[in-house]
């Protein structure tokens, strides 16, 4: 592996078409060390045969996505997320990562409280966060765009991220520092400095904001370097934090997953290092 490349991530959801075998090749081929990985293509191939294949590969496992899903009001909806997360804080370990990734959930349907609804994830967490601990998993909470703040992710901005997560130990609960859902936002520079201070960031993303949006916007991500997203700089901010760990990029996008998946992983270590180093 070469130095420039020692800390890129490929997550999963960039080459979603690779199967996770094919997945270790590509990686292997590219000199890339490190992955994120879903929970349902690691079910599917089952979390202890995962692990071992990760383990056996040499790759380390850098975050798993994702829990979350936290606002419900229902008390048996509340029960059937927390218990869902549990699962997914012992299947993170399963595959011998430290991270798990975290989008908190829109509003229940016809409520129109955000705060309420934010109330509810601490609420949750302050029942999660001791069990993830207990099993060596970090609870990192993903900040989405706000077009997201409706239907997945109440929690928009970094500010809100960190708001939550420092009402818990550091070592317990953080935040992922996405480039795409928070480069639009004054005050990232500020917020990303208070999360490096308190250590808690526990995962940096990659992956560019191209318009005009696609029609699914959810799968409207950009390949690095063709939008408008400028990553040296951000990059810079969170490493002045003495931030030095792994640094996904994690793209959604029709047209990669319709290309060969090496392929991808090959283009995707070529943009990183011209757009993100």
């Known amino acids: 592996m070469s130095a420039e490349l020692s800390r890129l991530s490929i997550n999963q959801e960039t080459v979603r078409q690779l199967s996770l075998p094919e997945l270790v090749e590509g990686c292997a081929k590219a000199g890339i060390g490190q992955v994120g990985l879903w929970r349902a ?15 056996d590969a040499g790759l380390t496992v850098t975050s798993l996505c994702r829990g979350g899903f936290l606002t419900a009001s229902d008390p048996a909806e509340r029960a059937r997320a927390l218990d869902d997360n549990r699962a997914a804080v012992d299947e993170a370990a399963g595959v ?10 829109g509003l229940p349907e016809g409520d129109k409280d955000l705060f309420g609804a934010r109330d509810r994830i601490a609420d949750a967490l302050a029942e999660l966060a001791p069990y993830a601990a207990e099993r060596g998993v970090r609870l990192a909470i993903e900040p989405l765009h706000p077009m997201f703040a409706s239907d997945r992710c109440v929690v928009s901005t970094l500010s809100q991220a960190l708001d939550l997560a420092e009402r818990f ?5 953080g935040v992922v520092v996405d480039a795409y859902h928070i480069w639009w936002d004054d005050q990232v520079a500020v917020q990303i400095a208070r999360a490096g201070a308190g250590g808690r960031i526990h995962s940096f993303q990659l992956a560019d904001w191209i318009t005009p ?14 939008g408008c997203v400028d990553f040296r700089t ?19 996008n029709e047209g990669l997953w319709a290309r060969d998946g090496a392929e991808v992983i090959a283009e995707v270590a070529a943009r990183y290092l011209e757009h993100a180093c």
Do not use: H, K, W
Request: proline letters at 6%; glycine letters at 14%.
């Open 41 to 55: 293509p690691v079910q599917e191939y089952g979390v202890e045969r995962a692990g071992r294949l990760m383990e």
């Open 96 to 105: 011998n990562t430290d991270t798990l990734v975290l989008v908190s959930g």
């Open 169 to 173: 130990p550091a070592e317990q609960v």
């Open 213 to 226: 949006l696609p029609a699914g916007v959810l799968v409207g991500r950009g390949q690095l370097g063709d």
């Open 234 to 252: 951000m990059r810079r901010q969170v490493e002045a934090t003495g931030f030095d760990g792994p640094i996904e990029v994690e793209i959604f």
